[in-house]
């Protein structure tokens, strides 16, 4: 069985955290443990909303990128959800556009071996 | 230490890095100001003094996904702020609370106050901003 990884939290420190945020962990999850879904909740479920990358802070040009983070999770095989009512919470319209291969929908926690919060 | 220097807006970093985008807004306003002209003084207390610690060198650990990437330090990040502001921008820490954390050197830009000392920059800046709780 596989891992379900929870993500309520965005934007945790840019210039603090630059490649280093919760999707970097989330990979590492993946990699070792073979095979870690991700659920995106909160104010998170925008990493799942496609947009240009921001623009840089004093000059740094290595802030998060969290749609490019998200694409390698997605090529490395998890499974990236969100739900219709979390991207309206967000103030999202009903059909924003998400990124390729993001899944609406919730998962069902009872598949999976262990639900942790990141 | 001689008369804190007059500043138009004192930023007082509270909170935590790592849990908000706060620190960027910080250096983003500090940046904005000071390229308006504008002289600013920031005091981070707490988790923040942090920030500034010389033993987080230059660069981050290595991003195992981009391998060759550089990705400097929030040392090295203010380091160089405070370099291309000259002396619009001074960066003050809180001696108290960087040494409750295991905090012993900053970069040499980064001047070490008292805690006791803190009023006095609050009287020397125009205006005062509190970013986050401690």
């Known amino acids: 069985m596989r891992y379900l990884a929870i993500v309520e939290r965005g934007y945790r420190g840019s210039v603090e955290t630059q490649f280093a945020d919760v999707l970097y962990l989330v990979r590492e999850l993946n990699r070792q443990l073979d095979g870690l879904d991700l659920s995106l909740r909160g104010l998170a479920v925008t990493y799942a909303v496609t947009a240009d990358p921001v623009p840089p802070v004093v000059g740094l040009d290595t802030l998060p990128d969290p749609r490019a983070s998200l694409r390698t999770l997605l090529d490395e095989g998890v499974t990236v959800t969100v739900t219709d009512d979390d991207l309206a919470a967000a103030g999202l319209p009903g059909d924003v556009q998400l990124l390729p291969g993001v899944v609406r929908g919730a998962a069902r926690w009872t598949d999976y071996r262990a639900v942790w919060f990141l | ?134």
């Open chain 2, 1 to 134: 230490m001689a008369r804190v220097p007059e500043a138009d807006l004192l930023l007082a970093i509270m909170g935590a890095p790592h849990a908000s985008d706060m620190v960027a807004s910080a250096l983003r306003v500090a940046e904005a100001v000071v390229g308006q002209g504008g002289r600013v003084q920031v005091w981070t207390c707490g988790y923040a003094t942090m920030l500034t610690q010389s033993s987080l060198g230059d660069t981050k650990p290595r991003n195992v996904v981009d391998w060759s990437r550089d990705y400097p330090s929030t040392a090295k990040t203010i380091g160089d702020l405070l370099g291309r502001c000259g002396g619009g921008l001074t960066w003050y820490t809180c001696r108290f609370c960087g040494e409750e954390r295991g905090v012993t050197t900053h970069i040499p830009e980064v001047k070490v106050r008292p805690p006791f000392k803190f009023g006095e920059h609050v009287a020397a800046a125009g205006k005062t901003l509190f970013l986050g709780v401690i």
